[in-house]
């Protein structure tokens, strides 16, 4: 259905436009903010700015390649949507992490897997010729998942 809705954004009916809409960022909503955020700057390496009231905000921004990665509390979405429903167990979100090379992977794996993100998938030499791992936030329910392509 994401593919569908993406294809619609990049053709009219009349066929293509002759401009593309470009992914801006991702947003995450998380019920444990700083543990979501822990996973992002010690596990990931990002730098995040933040807005709102607290220590971290209640929105918090990192860019990496040019697409903004978005953390929101809960309680900041629920104030524009009064009738939003948290369930970290139904995200299907996966934010994925290219790395230069496969030793990269199991490096980079261990050190978000040590900030409390929980292992879905350890690392793994795929039959699509990665090398691929997948964890999870707890306090949001994204997948992350860490690869880099086999020699």
């Keep these: 259905q994401v593919v569908r809705w993406l294809k619609c954004l990049a053709h009219s009916q009349t066929g ?3 401009h593309f809409m470009a992914l801006n960022g991702v947003g995450i909503v998380s019920a444990d903010k700083a543990a979501t955020l822990r996973i992002f700057t010690e ?9 709102g009231e607290g220590e971290q905000g209640q929105h918090s921004e990192a860019e990496a390649a040019g697409v903004k990665l978005m953390v929101d509390t809960v309680d900041v979405i629920k104030r524009s949507n009064p ?4 369930s970290p167990e139904s995200c299907t979100v996966h934010l994925t992490f290219k790395c230069d090379k496969p030793a990269e992977v199991d490096e980079i794996f261990s050190k978000v897997k ?3 993100a ?3 998938k ?3 030499d795929a039959f699509w010729k990665q090398r691929y791992s997948t964890l999870r936030d707890p306090g949001s329910g994204v997948h992350i998942d860490i690869f880099a392509d086999l020699p």
């Design 16 to 18: 293509p436009r002759d």
């Design 43 to 51: 596990g990931l390496g990002l730098s995040f700015q933040h807005w």
């Design 83 to 86: 009738d939003y429903q948290f």
């Design 114 to 116: 040590a900030t409390g």
């Design 118 to 120: 929980s292992v879905e």
């Design 122 to 124: 350890e690392p793994f």
